[in-house]
């Protein structure tokens, strides 16, 4: 059974940084993981993205802000992956998800249940 779960959500004041950080589990290999967010009353907006091969995708929003990145050794049925968030501002506050895509043996996405962000003025 595939799992998805996000970490690291938290309050923080304007200009600080975050990191939150996703581990998915039971699942050997996967195309793709990203991170999302929602902020109340507005869609899911696609934030980044990191392929199999380590390419990395960036909405243009948190281009140059937003870093995506494997954590640690990812291996077997588990990957890590993080997202280091700098200089929020108040609307960066969200709900984070993250997903997990994997092609085999056919496309199927795996979404976590989300971490809250809060940023402060």
């Known amino acids: 059974q595939v799992q998805v779960a996000e970490s690291g959500g938290g309050l923080v004041q304007a200009g600080e940084s975050l990191r939150v950080t996703c581990t998915a589990s039971?699942?050997?290999?996967?195309?793709?993981m990203g991170w999302y967010r929602q902020a109340p009353g507005k869609q899911r907006d696609y934030l980044a993205s990191i392929f199999i091969d380590n390419d990395t995708d960036y909405a243009d929003s948190v281009k140059g802000r937003f870093t995506i990145s494997r954590d640690g050794a990812n291996h077997g049925t588990k990957h890590t992956i993080a997202l280091q968030m700098n200089d929020l501002s108040p609307e960066d506050t969200a709900v984070y998800y993250c997903?997990?895509?994997?092609?085999?043996?056919?496309?199927?996405?795996?979404w976590g249940q989300g971490t809250q962000v809060t940023v402060s003025s």
């Open positions: 997903n997990l895509v994997t092609t085999i043996p056919s496309r199927q996405t795996f």
């Open positions: 039971g699942i050997s290999h996967f195309y793709t």
